[in-house]
Each structure stands twice: as structure tokens, then as C-alpha cells.
């Protein structure tokens, strides 16, 4: 059964089927927002959120709305939500502690790639946006014309702010070698 | 070519995405001066960086509660929805019926589940409770004497029923042996195969080899005989061959599976 | 009086006997089920009527000697139709048919109500043909020997033969109750409606099976699959079970 076929079902009252949707989802939406917030704790919270969500709204799912996209518009509006609350942008945390907290947050290996562990300094450097059109393109091998639904711009918009956010990794990450 | 342009096509040639002229007209470029090479260098390190992603494990807790949030849901709509499955088994339509197994098959799921988490066992009692009643209209309908497609649809249902539950095994068994219609008898015979590991399902296979007469049913436990490697059939098999009641095209079958087992 | 002019007579006097002798019978039910028990040449047909129609449509003919008489044969049944059947009722919602004199050419056509269960049962290797048409309700046919070709049907139905080969044409397929079809040496040929949602389980243990149907195969997760060829999967999003098996045969499954 394909994800649209699995939420109609769940609009048209089958919610079992969403146990079914919750398993093909719960990771990628987990570690997309594991890695945007560096917060696991948040990160299951606005999991959780995304599904809850899911199920009350499912009457508004539209059979012709490709399900991934969709979801992750409703992660999207989850994570905005959260930031208007709590009015932190996470990339103005600064000290060096909280820094070394957030990190060990998202890589539980880091002693034994040392590459991995510089990925995520240089990521949490980033905007938030720029971490998520990294995360969606990249981590989670979106095709460019989801991104596009997901973001709500066009594809060509998607290429450049990708290509951006991986120039701007780069650099983070330099700056991280000087040191 | 604008610059935006010329930076996506070398992501799509970082990624192998180029093909022919397009790829060449990429490694061209980036051959053509030292500044480009640098800019494909700097991509294509950043690009590899990004390779080091691990895919994070959300705990448990994460399933857990989603079951239990959906549970609360789903019997919310279940309220509004469908009356209570109290109700005598031979009222019910295929639909509530199909519903309550809807229900089982969850119910084991999200037991699992609920066990696993050790939490909230308040909610595992009313789970269990509701297996119960999902099972009792289950072997209820397999004894549905005015439907043999519901009586089918009982032996479908158990499916559903991970384990071998012991009540849903004897009342399976019982199908096999009993049931007037081959088709339902059949569809017994492929349920029960699912739990041939354990020694009462095993045996009460081969010994229903020795009643069945009709030979649909015969033919089909004798392939499954042949499927299970199981040598303990051969006595069965070899009266079937000797009975002269036997049909010969059941004896064929039966040959050939003494021939494949020993 | 020579033996091509004897023939000709006879056929003249055959035909005048057998006209006016175009012998009917009615059962009045609209629920229920009518049971078939070693009928040989049937056909059954739906209607929206409310009674039970059983019509002779070959040649049903007693001898001369036998006027006045009943059929009367080794079960103990008695002709309480007129037309070589014996109808009983067992039980409240359900009547048997039974053939009581078996040494005829009668061909039965049945029209049967909406709303009535049919069962069909033949237990003859040399048993005929089974024919049902335009039925939407629940259908049991077992035969040993004999071909079932259902036409215009929609289940739910338990269809299975040993020798026979079994064509069944939806028009669309139930979708409260499942249908299994089994056949051990015969072919299976189905034909479902391209839109049809269900969950499809095909075996053939010697056959293949062969579709034109677009359907998306489940993964063997660890169930315990015998058989040497039983492919499990979804038509469409999926829906009621459906169970075609062959043994020996080839499975076909058409769309149209």
C-alpha cells in the first residue's frame, strides 16, 4: 500500500493504518528534527506532535497530495510553532559548553568518527533553514521537487539555497579545522 | 551559462547524476582553470562531509506513546461509531465483524508494544480484555453454520493472531476435521500450518491426513508433509498409498512425497 | 415398417411428448439456502423474483408404464416435484434438491431469487458441468469431476473441484466476505474488474500462474509459505481475501 493509499484509508476512518504510516515516518522525522533543534528530547516531543497532528487533521488530507510532503509541511509548521513559543533560534546558543552539549545530543560516536562529530559542529552553525534543506536533500534524499512542495518555493529556489547551505557547511567547517 | 546554473550541474555531477554531453561539458570545466577546480574541490569535500550522517534511534517511548494516543482515538471513534461488540455473534455484519478483527489485530500489536514499555497496565488489561472478545467472535464465526464464507473469513481472521493461542488452535483444528465445506477446511489446514512447530499442531495435521476424504484437503496436507520435511508423516502416508479407498490421484501425491521424505 | 421410417416416427412422437412436457417448479423463498445435492446438468441463473424456479431443458421424460407413478429411489426419495426431484426442507432456511430418478437427459435450468445462498455439490467422477450466471450472492459449488464456469458473479463464493477446471467471471468482487477457489487437476481462470481491491493469495504447487493484472507482491515476511508457487498481494489498495489455488493446473487471472 503506498503512503496516500495508507492516509486515506486513515481519513476515511481506518486509523490502524496510521500505526503503519507512524512506522514508515517516525525515524526520518525524528532525525529531521533531532538535527535541526539538537534537542532529542524536543525532537521526540515534535515527533510525536507531527502525529498526533496527523490524526486530527486527517480529514483535511487530500487524495491527490502526495503524503511525504505533506507530512513534512506539518513537521515544518510543528518546529515554527515551537520557535514563536519559545523565541530561541538555536543557532544563537554560542557557549562552548552548551555547544559540546548539543553536539554529544546528535552523535553518540563521536570518539570514533571524528569526521562525523565535525559535520554536526559545522551543521549546528548553520541557520535552521539551512540545516533543513541539508537534512531534506542530503541526510534524507528528498527529491528536489518535494523539497519544493515542502518549502513552498520552486525547485530552481531549492538548488540554490542547497548549494548555498553547502558552501556555508564548508566554510563552517574550515573554520573548525583552523582552530 | 549563468554561475547558479554551473553550481547545481556540478552537484548533479558530485552526485553522478550527468550523463554524456552534459557530464563532459561539467568535467571540461572544471579542467578549465585552477579557480574552477578549487571550487569543485571545496564542493565535492563538503559534499562528502555531509556523507557522515548516522540515522539517529528514536527510544521506544516514541511507539509507545503514539499507540496509545491512536488507542484513545481510535475508541473515541469507535464510541461514536459502532455500538457495543456485546451483542450476539450471529447479529453481527461482516462489517462489525471485519472492524472488531481490525481490532484484534492492533490489540496484539500494541500489547506487544505496551509489554515492551513495561507501562501502563491498566491499558494492558483492557487490550487483553479486548483480544478476548475479538477472539470469542472469531471462533464464534468459524462455527457459522449458515455462511461458509464467513466461516472462511473466521479462519482468515486468525491470522492476525501472532501466536498460537490455544483456544484459536483447537477451534482451527476442529475446522480442518469438521467443517462441511472444503474450501473453509482448506484455508484451516493453511492457518494451522503457520504453528506446524509446535508438536499438537504437527500432530493433529498428520493425523487429520487419516480422516480427510476429500482430496483437495488430502493432497494439500500431504504437499505440506513434503514442505515441513516431516518424516513422522511416512506411516500416514504409507497407509494412504495401501488404503483402497484412496483416490489414485491422491495416491500419486502421496507416493511422491514417500519418495521425497525418505 | 422399415428402420429409417421407425426412426423418423419417433422422433415425431418424442417431440410431441416432449413439448407439452416443458415441466416447471416452484419454491417460494427470497432467503435462505438452496442446496443442490448431486444434481448432474445444472444451471443457475439469478432473477429478482421471489420465488424458486426450477425449469426441465432438455428432455425430462418418464416411461409409458411408469404414468401415475413416482420415481422412487435408493435414498428413500421420492419425485415431489414433477420433474424427477425430490425438494426437502432441513431445517428452517434451508431446502435441498436432490435428483431422485438419475437415468434421463434432463438439463435443469434453476432461476433463483436475489437474496438466496446457492450450494452446489456433485460427487461424481463423471459428474456435468456446473453452470451459475448473474449471481450476487454467497455460492458454494464442490464438484469431483465436473467443470464449474460461473459467469457475472461477485461472491462471496467457496468454489473447489478435483478433476474439474473452474472459470469465474466477476462483475465485481464482494467485499465483506472473502472467496477462496480450489482446484486440484483442473485450470483456474478468473476474470476481475481492473479496479478490484483485494488482498489476492494464488498457489499452484506444479502449475504456474499467469495475469494480466497489476499485482503488487508482499514480501514473505517470515511467514511460513509452502506450496512451490504461492504469491500473496495486494490489487489495487487491497481489500477482502480472495484465494485461488490450483495444484496440478495453471492459474490465470484476467483484468478487464
Redesign the interface.
Known amino acids: 500500500?503506498t503512503d496516500e493509499?495508507l492516509m486515506?484509508?486513515v481519513k476515511n476512518?481506518?486509523?490502524?493504518k496510521?500505526?503503519e504510516l507512524?512506522d514508515r515516518y517516525?525515524?526520518p522525522l525524528?532525525?529531521f528534527f533531532?538535527?535541526i533543534t539538537f534537542d532529542?528530547d524536543l525532537?521526540?516531543d515534535l515527533?510525536?506532535n507531527v502525529?498526533?497532528r496527523m490524526?486530527k487533521y486527517r480529514s483535511s488530507y487530500r487524495q491527490d497530495k502526495q503524503f511525504r510532503p505533506w507530512i513534512y509541511q506539518m513537521a515544518r509548521n510543528i518546529y515554527a510553532d515551537h520557535f514563536r513559543k519559545s523565541k530561541i533560534l538555536y543557532s544563537d546558543y554560542t557557549g562552548v559548553e552548551d555547544l559540546k552539549n548539543r553536539i554529544a545530543a546528535?552523535?553518540?560516536?563521536i570518539e570514533e568518527?571524528e569526521?562525523?562529530k565535525?559535520?554536526y559542529i559545522?551543521l549546528f552553525k548553520l541557520s535552521p533553514e539551512q540545516r533543513e534543506v541539508?537534512i531534506l536533500t542530503?541526510?534524507q534524499e528528498m527529491k528536489y521537487e518535494e523539497v519544493a512542495q515542502v518549502l513552498d518555493c520552486s525547485v530552481a529556489n531549492v538548488?540554490?539555497k542547497?548549494?548555498r547551505a553547502?558552501?556555508q557547511?564548508?566554510e563552517k567547517?574550515l573554520e573548525l579545522e583552523k582552530i | 551559462m549563468d554561475e547558479q546554473k554551473m553550481n547545481d550541474l556540478m552537484i548533479d555531477y558530485i552526485d553522478g547524476n550527468l550523463t554524456g554531453e552534459l557530464k563532459e561539458f561539467v568535467t571540461k570545466y572544471i579542467e578549465k582553470n585552477s579557480e574552477n577546480r578549487r571550487k569543485y574541490e571545496e564542493l565535492k569535500a563538503a559534499m562528502s562531509l555531509l556523507e557522515h550522517d548516522t540515522q539517529l534511534e528514536p527510544d521506544n517511548s516514541l511507539k509507545t506513546d503514539f499507540m496509545l494516543a491512536l488507542i484513545e482515538e481510535v475508541e473515541a471513534e469507535h464510541d461514536r461509531k459502532v455500538k457495543p461488540i456485546k451483542k450476539s455473534v450471529w447479529k453481527l455484519s461482516p462489517f462489525q465483524l471485519a472492524a472488531s478483527l481490525a481490532l484484534i489485530v492492533s490489540g496484539v500489536f500494541i500489547g506487544m508494544w505496551l509489554m515492551k514499555a513495561d507501562s501502563n497496565n491498566q491499558q494492558i488489561a483492557e487490550i487483553k480484555k479486548e483480544m478476548e472478545d475479538t477472539k470469542r467472535l472469531v471462533i464464534h464465526s468459524l462455527t457459522d453454520n449458515s455462511s461458509a464464507s464467513r466461516r472462511l473469513q473466521g479462519v482468515n481472521a486468525s491470522y492476525s493472531i501472532g501466536d498460537a493461542d490455544d483456544e484459536i488452535v483447537n477451534a482451527l483444528i476442529r475446522t480442518m476435521n469438521n467443517d462441511e465445506n472444503a474450501n473453509v477446511r482448506l484455508a484451516a489446514v493453511e492457518a494451522l500450518a503457520k504453528f506446524a512447530d509446535e508438536p499438537k499442531v504437527l500432530n493433529a495435521l498428520i493425523e487429520s491426513m487419516e480422516t480427510q476424504a476429500d482430496p483437495l484437503i488430502q493432497i494439500t496436507l500431504i504437499n505440506l508433509m513434503v514442505k515441513l520435511k516431516e518424516k513422522k508423516a511416512l506411516d500416514e502416508l504409507k497407509r494412504i498409498i495401501e488404503d483402497k479407498k484412496t483416490m489414485e490421484t491422491v495416491k500419486d501425491e502421496a507416493h511422491m512425497a514417500v519418495f521425497k521424505l525418505s | 415398417m422399415n428402420a429409417q421410417l421407425k426412426n423418423v416416427l419417433g422422433v415425431i412422437v418424442f417431440t410431441l411428448l416432449a413439448l407439452p412436457t416443458l415441466a416447471q417448479h416452484k419454491i417460494a423463498m427470497t432467503s435462505g439456502m438452496l442446496e443442490l445435492k448431486e444434481l448432474t446438468n445444472v444451471a443457475v441463473e439469478g432473477y429478482s423474483g421471489n420465488e424458486v424456479v426450477i425449469e426441465t431443458a432438455g428432455s425430462y421424460k418418464i416411461p409409458e408404464r411408469a404414468k401415475g407413478l413416482k420415481p422412487v429411489n435408493g435414498m428413500g426419495l421420492t419425485d415431489n416435484t414433477g420433474i424427477g426431484l425430490s425438494v426437502k426442507d432441513e431445517g428452517k432456511d434451508r431446502k435441498v434438491v436432490q435428483q431422485v430418478a438419475r437415468n434421463n437427459d434432463a438439463k435443469y435450468l434453476i432461476k433463483v431469487p436475489k437474496g438466496v445462498k446457492v450450494k452446489y455439490v456433485n460427487s461424481s467422477i463423471h459428474g456435468d458441468d456446473f453452470q451459475a450466471k448473474n449471481i450476487a450472492g454467497e455460492m458454494e459449488v464442490q464438484t469431483l469431476g465436473g467443470d464449474i464456469k460461473m459467469i457475472d458473479v461477485t461472491g462471496p463464493m467457496t468454489v473447489n473441484s478435483v478433476h474439474g477446471n473452474v472459470d469465474v467471471v466477476f462483475t465485481n468482487v464482494f467485499q465483506d466476505l472473502p472467496s477462496s477457489i480450489a482446484t486440484v487437476h483442473g485450470d483456474l481462470d478468473v476474470t476481475l474488474p481492473k479496479s478490484t481491491n483485494a488482498n489476492l493469495s494464488l498457489a499452484t504447487n506444479w502449475g504456474e500462474v499467469y495475469s494480466d493484472l497489476d499485482i503488487k507482491v508482499e514480501n514473505a515476511d517470515g511467514m511460513k509459505v509452502y506450496g512451490d508457487k504461492k504469491i500473496s498481494g495486494k490489487l489495487g489498495s487491497g481489500g477482502v481475501n480472495l484465494s485461488l489455488s490450483a495444484t496440478h493446473g495453471n492459474v490465470y487471472l484476467r483484468g478487464k
Open positions: 500500500m493509499m486515506m484509508a476512518g481506518d486509523l490502524q496510521a500505526s507512524f517516525h525515524k525524528y532525525n533531532v538535527k532529542r525532537g521526540h515527533t510525536q502525529f498526533l490524526i546528535v552523535d553518540e560516536v568518527d569526521r562525523q565535525l559535520l559545522s541539508l542530503r541526510f538548488k540554490v542547497v548549494y553547502i558552501k557547511l564548508r567547517y
